[in-house]
T-cell receptor
Framework: KAGVTQTPRYLIKTRGQQVTLSCSPI?????VSWYQQTPGQGLQFLFE???????NKGNFPGRFSGRQFSNSRSEMNVSTLELGDSALYLC??????????????FGPGTRLTVL | DQQVKQNSPSLSVQEGRISILNCDYT??????FLWYKKYPAEGPTFLIS?????DKNEDGRFTVFLNKSAKHLSLHIVPSQPGDSAVYFC???????????FGTGTRLTVIP
């Protein structure tokens, strides 16, 4: 079974631009979560989508948004990029029924650099 | 507020010996715990998990112990191998909320 895939792997943008990152979960997985990893803040939860609905959201500004499609693929968008948005953005998927907890499997990440 | 803490940023162990990585948490609502291994510029790789209804879970060379009263978990790797050298993260979540809280990681170096 193929793992979680993320595109693109690397991205360079300038301040003020916007960016869209894509994530394809493991086949059959319905939950997709996004995380940001930075040297200063570590791994932090951004948001989670299940059946095209955002169920949980971390403590990030509204410039960070996402969506999930009917095939469980997900995208996250960051508008008005700031230098501090430079990070490794990780997507994780899990086969999750409501009310249960399941292991999250991570993709390789997208390295975003904001100049 | 760091709800999951890994107080040892690094650990060095001789090949063949036991590696013990520790993790503490503050939120008593956490009931599912995981360990991940991570290389630079890659996503975390799942190693092992444990539910709060258990106090031990084994998978090959990896064993996770959970002490709920102390809000402490540990990962034992026996025997340690050079390929185990990586950064290890513990993570915690609450059942029904699929967001993980991560520790800051421990860099394990296994010396041949």
């Amino acid at each position: 079974k193929a793992g979680v895939t993320q595109t693109p792997r690397y991205l360079i943008k300038t301040r003020g631009q916007q960016v869209t990152l894509s994530c394809s979960p493991i086949s059959g997985h319905r939950s997709v979560s996004w995380y940001q990893q930075t040297p200063g803040q570590g791994l932090q939860f951004l948001f989670e989508y299940f059946s095209e609905t955002q169920r949980n959201k971390g403590n990030f500004p509204g410039r960070f948004s996402g969506r999930q499609f009917s095939n469980s693929r997900s995208e996250m968008n960051v508008s008005t990029l700031e230098l501090g948005d430079s990070a490794l953005y990780l997507c994780a998927s899990s086969f999750l029924d409501r009310g249960s907890t399941d292991t999250q499997y991570f993709g390789p990440g997208t390295r975003l650099t904001v100049l | 507020d760091q709800q999951v803490k890994q107080n040892s940023p690094s650990l060095s162990v001789q090949e063949g010996r036991i590696s013990i990585l520790n993790c503490d948490y503050t939120n008593s609502m956490f009931d599912y715990f995981l360990w991940y291994k991570k290389y630079p510029a890659e996503g975390p790789t799942f190693l092992i998990s444990i539910s709060s209804i258990k106090d031990k879970n084994e998978d090959g060379r990896f064993t996770v112990f959970l002490n709920k009263s102390a809000k402490h978990l540990s990962l034992h790797i026996v025997p340690s191998q050079p390929g185990d050298s990586a950064v290890y993260f513990c993570a915690a979540s609450v059942t029904g909320a699929n967001n993980l809280f991560f520790g800051t990681g421990t860099r394990l170096t296994v010396i041949p």
